[in-house]
């Protein structure tokens, strides 16, 4: 069991920002690249950022969202700026092995909702 907990999510104004947490187990943290995907009603799963041996941010949001971790905490983090409409999905947290774009999602959380919405 790799247990993740995402939370942070919510209603924001476009153009707003919010920063979501996921709260990772010591032995995940320590084994694993974290990632971040979202998933939109009736899309596909969109992956978006890793932080491992190979720390990613994809091109479509690199220059609004950005990936970060506090080891001590054992917390990875999602900061969102300049939010759109279409930013409104499910966030999950989930590990992927050495953060490759192309390797599958491991296991992943509940997930946190962000609505992005006027």
């Known amino acids: 069991q790799v247990p993740l907990v995402e939370s942070g999510g919510g209603l924001v104004q476009p153009g707003g920002s919010l920063r979501l947490s996921c709260t990772v187990s010591?032995?995940?943290?320590?084994?694993?690249?974290i990632a971040w995907f979202r998933q939109a009603p009736g899309k596909e799963r969109e992956g978006l950022a890793c932080l491992g041996g190979n720390t990613y941010v994809v091109e479509s949001v690199k220059d609004r969202f950005s990936i970060s971790r506090d080891s001590r905490k054992r917390k990875v983090y999602l900061q969102m700026n300049n939010l759109k409409p279409e930013d409104t999905a499910v966030y999950y947290c989930a590990t992927q092995s050495l953060c490759m774009e192309s390797a599958p999602f491991l296991a992943w959380g509940e997930g946190t909702q962000v609505t992005v919405s006027s």
């Open positions: 010591a032995f995940t943290f320590d084994h694993y690249g």
